[in-house]
């Protein structure tokens, strides 16, 4: 055999052109290196403009717009009723999730699985939009329930007015509970039937079991999940100004929202208030995660583990009863009153065959001015935000996963940062940005983009993740030693690959971003509303058939997307289960 | 110069010191193996030579030509290197065809001669028949031929082997053993394959470089590694050895007196003992202890003990003999049996008796399991 001059390299030329230390050439650098330098520009350039916006600049410099902050009682007010929201959803979220996700997990109810779906089903749900639902079958006059408690009982006005601050944190309880309930569930999944057993053999009795062994294993799980409910419930914009402007209760996102709408807007308050809201939810995730890290007793996701279905006899009765009606509330009701209010004539009549018509969809598909650019907006908007985010995701996954690159951890966290922040806070940071030089993009379609980037980057960053995680870095490197470039690697071992995960990333972006409302508000302009926004408009106008008419196709959007992504996942490959190996 | 030159190469991994100075020199058409536990820096040097890591210090030249250095690393796509991975790395995207011509394909190979090549080298390999089917289709043996084919078709200067066989059965090993050989013999290409196993190198190597805590240990032929250990820990990775501590009190030459408890023996003085060595330690291969005076040959040293237990292990006895405190293992005849508490002479030749530092040299501690 003929030996030796490296392949494309000419015999006596240099063999070697001068290297990085880290061994990475030309292109890979080059894409790589934007992809840091537009991550930084869509999040940490935003995140630094609140702080010096706190500070008051551009126009000035000092700690009064911070003062203000914390000293005007409107701010405190709502300070004070975010903490109650936070406290009230936490708790409620326990109060069913727990229930719900005993019996799913580890009893013998009927209905298990239609529960365990309708769960995931108002989780799905825009809360706005539940909101809406809730305004249609709460309103203290017509409401749809509160008419029917009346002919029942004989009542004179009300009984419920969901225009107050239980109405709020009963509104938004029945969408963040899925955090607790999904926690809880994996933690009882996770608990091996032999440790019940153990107990079982040495005398305990059943209650005895569940008390002294289920509950300690997965209360990490229950308390971090009510706190990640509560952190959840403090950025919910959409139901704490659909239901909480019109009983004049304030909260710190809606807050943000009246500061910066002021004439002039005062955008130092704006921002010294989004800094108070950052501290509450960071404040919160750090419990959260010390709860789960330091108290995690059950390997989540653990493989192998054997569980037990528990027979529950009579009791299994009254369970099936409260699942239901749980997610009757969060789920069937909401979206089968917007379903109904969509084919209605009017929403106060009847139904009845008269009462049905087609008018509000082609209203809100076709004919509203507001509502037909909205929806082309939102799914052009949804698009571009979530190739881009997949785009940066993959890049800083690799860049953490495959390489040993100075600050790459730093950079991953830049990216997982956006997931804990309100979207009312990255946008005013987005908005102090980008209203000004260099980039004034602020009243274009291109700032609910950078918006929209900046917010959902850590779904697409965590997914591709998982994604090049389950790849082995051999497959690639067998690609490199067999004679193909990085870029060739690249393009015929990793992407291939990872297509079906960063598919999944891509649709894990696009679904928040089709229906964003709490950046969005502060950000759009007329032109640029989307689906969200004409949404909130309709509302306004009190047009409730129109708007659940675009409320219906939303949700019927949003969860096919997420069917298609349950689909994908359960496909071998986007699992995350299976490591791909040769 | 020799055709693969490795000079000083220093690779640390935050703290950890994965190579350290290591000095190395591959002929061309050799098969050489990298052996060590896990940690040693084995694998650290074969990526190293792969262009997967650049290292700290040293640098790597192969005919003449420099592919590593600190600052300059020629990328592992233009090192004409093939590498066979430890869990295959065969591409489950691509069927068998596909992959085995992926090489081929980047490098503009035309349609026909791709075909032809591909064909020619699943049947090397025994691969024959297979081509359309996908990796998850395979067992774990045809997924390595698959991986040997893919980096063999491009016909590499030089096969690098990770641990190729750790993954198979203990038979399929044993095949695959042999046929490598025979598959490295007919290419005459250069094989550089990293193990933790001690008989496989020996089964394949034309010379093996003992590695350990990132520094050679040793190197030289299967033969020599063994019955030559460089220092106690090639003696021991090597292979079963008694390790007999004991008092040097005298030495000539190449042989010395050494007081072992209460018994004196005659050793030869291993590579590295200097006249200051008082303290050392005896190594002794079980293999080459005789029971009874009876077993003894010229030049032979007798120590006495009691016979402590023994264990039938089929082709052999694994005897247990207490020596003055000290237990001894001898690998005796199946036909040869001795009662346990019984007082027995062990013959053993002087030249199986090694005198060594009791200690290693200086070394840097590992703090984590990196292979």
Request: include cysteine.
């Amino acid at each position: 055999m003929q030996v030796i001059a490296p392949a494309g390299t000419a015999r006596g030329a240099p063999a070697i052109a001068a290297a990085a230390p880290t061994g990475r050439f030309g292109l890979e650098r080059i894409l790589l290196g934007l992809g840091v330098a537009l991550l930084l520009l869509l999040v940490g350039y935003p995140l630094l403009w609140l702080l010096l916006g706190a500070l008051g600049l551009p126009q000035s410099i000092g700690l009064e717009h911070l003062a203000r902050a914390f000293t005007r009682p409107q701010n405190y007010a709502a300070l004070v009723n975010t903490l109650e929201l936070a406290l009230g959803t936490g708790l409620m979220s326990v109060a069913i999730g727990v229930p719900l996700a005993w019996a799913t997990a580890r009893s013998d109810m009927p209905l298990r699985q239609l529960v365990h779906v309708l769960v995931a089903l108002s989780y799905i749900t825009p809360p706005y939009l539940t909101a809406l639902a809730y305004i249609i079958l709460f309103g203290p006059d017509a409401g749809q329930f509160n008419r029917l408690l009346r002919a029942l009982f004989g009542l004179t006005s009300g009984p419920i007015n969901v225009f107050s601050m239980s109405g709020v944190i009963f509104v938004i309880g029945i969408h963040v509970f899925a955090f607790t309930y999904f926690l809880t569930y994996t933690a009882l999944k996770a608990v091996d039937a032999s440790l019940e057993e153990s107990a079982q053999m040495l005398g305990a009795k059943r209650w005895q079991t569940v008390l002294r062994i289920n509950l300690p294993l997965v209360a990490p799980a229950i308390t971090g999940g009510a706190l990640l409910s509560a952190i959840d419930s403090l950025a919910l914009f959409g139901p704490q100004a659909i239901i909480g402007t019109p009983a004049q209760i304030v909260f710190l996102p809606t807050r943000i929202y009246a500061t910066i709408g002021s004439y002039p807007p005062r955008w130092g308050e704006a921002s010294a208030l989004s800094l108070l809201l950052v501290a509450l939810t960071v404040a919160g995730l750090a419990l959260q995660r010390g709860y789960l890290e330091q108290r995690s007793y059950v390997t989540v996701g653990g493989r192998g583990v054997r569980t037990r279905r528990l027979e529950h006899g009579l009791w299994r009765w009254p369970l099936t009863g409260f699942c239901l009606s749980v997610v009757f509330f969060s789920a069937v009701a909401p979206i089968g009153v917007l379903t109904l209010t969509a084919f209605s004539n009017s929403w106060i009549e009847p139904l009845s065959a008269s009462n049905i018509t087609l008018a509000h969809f082609q209203a809100a598909l076709f004919t509203d001015q507001v509502s037909v650019r909205g929806i082309i907006n939102s799914f052009k908007l949804a698009t571009a935000a979530a190739a881009v985010a997949v785009a940066l995701g993959a890049i800083v996954a690799y860049l953490d996963l495959r390489t040993t690159l100075w600050g790459r951890r730093l950079l991953d966290y830049l990216a997982i940062l956006p997931l804990g922040l309100p979207g009312t806070v990255m946008a005013v940071g987005i908005l102090l940005a980008f209203i000004r030089f260099p980039l004034p993009i602020y009243g274009t379609i291109w700032i609910l983009l950078a918006a929209y980037v900046a917010r959902f980057v850590p779904l697409a960053t965590r997914s591709a993740n998982a994604s090049f995680r389950q790849i082995d870095p051999a497959l690639e490197e067998a690609g490199r030693i067999t004679g193909a470039s990085w870029w060739l690697t690249m393009r015929r071992v990793l992407f291939p690959l990872a297509r079906p995960g960063l598919l999944v990333a891509f649709l894990l972006v696009f679904i928040p971003a089709f229906s964003e409302l709490s950046a969005t508000i502060l950000l759009y302009a007329g032109g640029t509303e989307t689906i969200a926004i004409a949404i909130y408009r309709l509302n306004d106008l009190g047009q409730l058939e129109v708007v659940s008419a675009l409320a219906v196709f939303t949700i019927g959007v949003v969860l096919s997307l997420a069917l298609l992504v349950n689909w994908l996942s359960g496909s071998s490959w986007a699992s995350g289960e299976t490591p791909i190996r040769g | 110069m020799d055709f693969i030159e490795v000079a000083g190469i220093g690779k640390t991994f935050g703290t950890f010191q994965a190579l350290d100075a290591v000095d190395l020199s591959v002929e061309e058409r050799e098969f050489i193996t990298l052996l060590g536990p896990s940690g040693c820096g084995k694998t650290t040097m074969l990526r190293t030579l792969a262009g997967f890591l650049t290292p700290d210090a040293g640098t790597i030249h192969v005919a003449g030509q420099l592919f590593s250095s600190p600052t300059a690393v020629l990328p592992p796509e233009r090192r004409r290197m093939g590498m066979v991975f430890q869990n295959y790395a065969v591409w489950p995207h691509m069927s068998v065809f596909d992959n085995v011509a992926f090489g081929l394909q980047i490098n503009n190979v035309g349609r026909s001669a791709i075909s032809e090549r591909v064909s020619r080298m699943l049947a090397a390999v025994g691969l024959e028949g297979l081509e359309r089917r996908h990796p998850s289709q395979l067992s774990g043996g045809q997924q390595q031929r698959v991986a040997l084919a893919r980096s063999l078709v491009v016909e590499p200067a030089i096969l690098l082997l990770d641990e190729p066989l750790s993954n198979l059965d203990a038979k399929l090993r044993e095949r695959m053993r042999a046929e490598l050989k025979t598959l490295q013999r007919q290419l005459g290409i250069t094989f550089i394959y990293v193990t933790h196993d001690q008989a496989e190198a020996m089964a394949l190597s034309d010379r093996i470089i003992v590695f350990n805590k990132g520094r050679v240990q040793q190197v030289g032929t299967p033969r020599q590694v063994y019955e030559r250990p460089a220092n106690l820990f090639v003696a021991d990775f090597m292979g079963v050895v008694n390790k007999l501590p004991g008092v040097l009190i005298e030495h000539r030459g190449a042989e010395g007196h050494v007081r072992i408890g209460q018994q004196t023996i005659a050793a030869r003085l291993g590579d590295g003992l200097s006249a200051a060595d008082r303290a050392i330690v005896i190594a002794i291969r079980p293999e080459a202890i005789g029971l009874g005076p009876g077993a003894a040959r010229d030049r032979a040293n007798v120590l006495k003990g009691r016979l402590i237990d023994s264990a039938f292990l089929g082709n052999i006895v694994d005897h247990q003999v207490d020596v003055d405190g000290t237990l001894v293992r001898v690998q005796g005849d199946r036909l040869q049996s001795v009662e346990p508490g019984a007082e027995i002479e062990l013959s053993i030749p002087i030249a199986e008796c090694v005198a060594m530092r009791g200690d290693l040299p200086e070394h840097h501690e590992p703090e984590q399991d990196r292979s």
